[in-house]
């Protein structure tokens, strides 16, 4: 780690002087932040936001917008299905993997519906109409979405529903809903500072946090803050030091962030004993169209298939890139992930929705395919009989796709090489990525009220976190929209805790 971005705090009795104060100071003007000062401004509090950036967004500007919601939110229900808060949870808690916070899954599913009412409220609007196809975004403004729940093994853990909710939007919503929060901020009266880059929290001897010292245009800025510090500043996939050191594996892939994603806001927590958790997870989106997907197979570089087709695409990434090497046995790429899939399948996504992506191999027969791909001889022929049987019983027993998606591959067959990344092959000349993009997952340990805790479990006096600065619901697992839900959900908490601190 270098020690080229101190974040040793400043002792309190050494600060002669604060330029600013104010009651609540939220860092980071995401969508974890602009939740957080909404709230602690609607409480009361004098709030003032410090961004990095000319101005609000982050990731969460640059996000699809899908926002995890559920427990019978009226667009769920307008679009015919029940839902509980019961089975919402009972589904996170398997989705969101090992280690997943039950407590903050109960919390976030009970809350949900008036959660959903809360955005509703600051103007981010949500069409009562459902897309029915896997995907990563609708190329339509639909509101409701499935997320995995009706895919195997969750169909038999939780009563399905589907609980993507997007903000109407003819394509990504997370500009719009950044506006929607960032402007309810503003209105209820937060302030913000922008280019404002926040190094150091300041402590007294008591270990409380009390004020924050930042860099703007080159001069330093030191904050005296009365109730807390919200720390919403997003992840940690932007520094490669930190990811070498907590999850090697995301190392090398593409980066899903505005770039600012530096783990900043862990790394100053944690110089004051935070305790972190789940450090190593990421969310891992592997560069393939889920309708391709679904209507045909997931190999790997053995040309077998690992997965169930038509689940969450996120999750076929994460098997892809965590679960190969269960056993030790695995000695491939992880990201020499494959999509076959015949005519038939191919012309059924309509072009747009294949995000310029085009077949690298076009073969009469698998054992062309498997020369043409370089994958092993007889793999894909023995993969594709036996998913062929499959489809014939209408069962699949190696992965359970549900039976609407299982139909027998009939050449000529198609391979897409996810690492061509979804981009047209004549685009993409030469340059091939890993085919997965990430983000973090792991962050401060905080509780259902946003305290950052420290090793022993104990809340840091004047000190909250929210976003992916925290880790927030996740265990190993990510679903889509649950950390604009999480961010959204728990920085409100966050930002209210705060303003209430005596
Ligand atoms: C293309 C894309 C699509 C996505 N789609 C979805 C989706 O549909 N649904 C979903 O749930 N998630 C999605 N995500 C992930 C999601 O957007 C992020 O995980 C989420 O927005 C994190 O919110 P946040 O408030 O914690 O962080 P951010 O929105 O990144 O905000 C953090 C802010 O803190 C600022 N900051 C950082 N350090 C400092 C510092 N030291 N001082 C001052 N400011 C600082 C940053 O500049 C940034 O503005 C997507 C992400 C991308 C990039």
Redesign the pocket.
């Given at each position: 780690m270098t020690v080229r971005n101190s974040v040793t705090p400043r002792a309190a009795g050494e600060v002669s002087h604060y330029d600013i104060e104010t009651d609540v100071l939220v860092?980071?003007?995401?969508?974890?932040?602009a939740s957080a000062a909404f709230e602690a401004a609607h409480a009361g509090a004098r709030v003032l936001v410090?961004?990095?950036?000319g101005g609000?967004?982050?990731?969460?500007?640059?996000?699809?917008?899908?926002?995890?919601l559920g427990g019978g939110t009226p667009i769920q229900v307008a679009c015919g299905f029940d839902d509980t808060p019961e089975a919402m949870a009972a589904f996170l808690k398997a989705a969101l993997g090992a280690g997943a916070d039950a407590a903050k899954i109960d919390e976030y599913s009970a809350g949900s519906v008036e959660h959903f009412h809360w955005l509703v409220d600051r103007g981010v609007p949500f069409k009562p109409s459902m897309w029915d196809v896997p995907t990563w975004?609708p190329p339509t403004d639909d509101g409701l979405m499935w997320l995995g729940e009706n895919s195997w093994p969750f169909t038999e853990l939780a009563h399905p529903a589907p609980r993507g909710h997007r903000p109407t939007a003819n394509d990504?919503g997370?500009k719009l809903l950044m506006e929607c929060l960032s402007s309810a901020a503003e209105s209820a009266g937060a302030g913000a500072l922008f280019d404002?880059?926040?190094?150091t929290l300041i402590a007294d001897e008591g270990g409380s946090v009390v004020g924050a010292v930042?860099r703007q245009y080159g001069k330093e800025i030191t904050f005296r803050v009365h109730r807390g510090i919200v720390l919403?500043?997003?992840?940690f996939v932007d520094n490669d030091d930190m990811l070498a050191a907590h999850a090697p594996q995301l190392l090398g892939h593409t980066k899903?962030?505005?770039g600012?994603?530096?783990g900043?806001?862990i790394r100053m927590a944690q110089s004051l004993g935070a305790a972190v958790r789940h450090m190593s997870a990421g969310q891992v989106g592997m560069s393939l169209i889920p309708g391709l997907a679904a209507r045909g197979m997931v190999v790997n570089a053995l040309g077998r298939r690992f997965v169930n087709e038509d689940t969450y695409p996120g999750r076929i990434g994460q098997h892809a890139l965590y679960r190969q090497n269960m056993g030790g046995s695995w000695a491939g790429d992880d990201t020499a992930v494959w999509v076959i899939v015949d005519e038939e399948g191919f012309e059924e996504v309509p072009e747009p929705q294949r995000w310029g992506v085009r077949p690298t191999h076009v073969a009469e027969t698998p054992a062309e395919l498997e020369e043409l791909t370089g994958l092993p001889a007889g793999s894909l022929t023995a993969t594709i009989t036996r998913y062929n049987e499959f489809a014939c019983r209408g069962t699949d027993l190696d992965h359970h796709k549900s039976a609407r998606w299982l139909r027998a591959l009939t050449p000529p067959l198609a391979a897409v090489d996810v690492r061509a990344g979804v981009r047209p092959p004549s685009e993409a000349g030469d340059r091939r990525g890993t085919g997965a993009s990430v983000?973090t997952l792991g962050g401060l340990h905080t509780d259902l009220d946003g305290h950052v805790l420290d090793l022993d479990g104990r809340p840091i006096p004047g000190l909250y976190a929210?976003?992916?600065?925290a880790n927030g619901l996740h265990g190993f697992g990510y679903i889509?929209?649950?950390?604009?839900?999480d961010?959204t959900f728990f920085?409100r908490r966050a930002g209210t805790a705060a303003a209430r601190r005596a």
């Open positions: 860092v980071g003007y995401g969508a974890a932040g410090l961004e990095r950036c609000a967004g982050g990731a969460s500007a640059m996000s699809g917008g899908e926002i995890y975004v990504f997370g404002t880059q926040v190094s930042a919403t500043t997003g992840g899903v962030s505005a600012t994603d530096d900043s806001g983000f929210a976003g992916r600065a889509s929209g649950t950390s604009l839900g961010s920085g």
